[in-house]
């Protein structure tokens, strides 16, 4: 399998739960990232992980949590959320500038969440 | 601070015509790189092309062409002869010199009818 895959594709949650979406990529990237895409707002980027080390982090919310195990594998750990948290999660890899970046950035599908 | 404008909205016209998807950046970046992304329905951003900023020269890709000017700090992509099947969402996206992500425009709906 090629690409950037994202699991779950679909995922509805109760405020209270707790839930992962899970991205793996078999590009042989280094660099992996994080996006939500509301309905009528930009695209925006959560959070980058570089050479496995967390890079960036645009004022999210705590109740998001990244996890980089290895240069194939992101997670996005999801606790307490709110009704205004469903969106479309969206996870991208590249490799980073200076270690062979071919200026592109490859994406997934996305999780659609929906909370409740 | 990088932004991407891409004031239209939605756009629909009929299959066969011409259509032009207007993008405006800003970034204070003297290098700093240029994307096209179309997103179908099933959600997954597809590349479509990317721009230097020390490359001015317009490109052509079958059907599709884009106009890169920097005195208008601006990066238009025009789709010649529209086909059903360009019926997305194109975003338009900045990446600067030193950062890792990419900054996005709000993104045009395009409508092509049969």
């Known amino acids: 399998e090629t690409g950037v895959t994202q699991t779950p594709r679909h995922l509805v949650m109760g405020m209270t739960n707790k839930k992962s979406l899970k991205c793996e990529q078999h590009?042989?990237?280094?660099?992996m990232y994080w996006y939500k895409q509301s309905a009528k707002k930009p695209l925006e980027l959560m959070f980058v992980?570089?050479?496995?080390?967390?890079?960036e982090n645009n004022s999210v919310p705590s109740r998001f949590s990244p996890e980089c195990p290895n240069s194939s594998h992101l997670f996005l750990h999801l606790h307490t959320l709110q009704p205004e948290d469903s969106a479309l999660y969206l996870c991208?890899?590249?490799?980073?500038?200076?270690?062979?970046?071919?200026?592109?950035?490859?994406f997934g599908s996305g999780t659609r969440l929906t909370v409740v | 601070a990088q932004k991407v404008t891409q004031a239209q909205t939605e756009i629909s016209v009929v299959e066969k015509e011409d259509v032009t998807l207007d993008c405006v950046y800003e970034?204070?970046?003297?290098?700093?790189?240029l994307f096209w992304y179309k997103q179908p329905p099933s959600g997954e951003l597809v590349f479509l092309i990317r721009?230097?900023?020390?490359?001015?020269q317009n490109e052509i890709s079958g059907r599709y062409s884009w106009n890169f000017q920097k005195s208008t700090s601006s990066f238009n992509f025009t789709i010649t002869a529209s086909q059903v099947v360009d019926s997305a969402v194109y975003f338009c996206?900045?990446?600067?010199?030193?950062?890792?992500?990419?900054?996005f425009g709000k993104g045009t709906h395009l409508i092509i009818q049969p």
């Open positions: 991208a890899s590249s490799q980073v500038p200076g270690t062979g970046w071919n200026y592109g950035y490859t």
């Open positions: 590009l042989g990237h280094n660099a």
């Open positions: 992980y570089s050479l496995e080390e967390r890079v």
């Open positions: 970034t204070r970046d003297t290098t700093y790189y």
């Open positions: 721009r230097n900023s020390f490359d001015e």
């Open positions: 996206a900045l990446r600067g010199g030193g950062a890792d992500g990419l900054t």
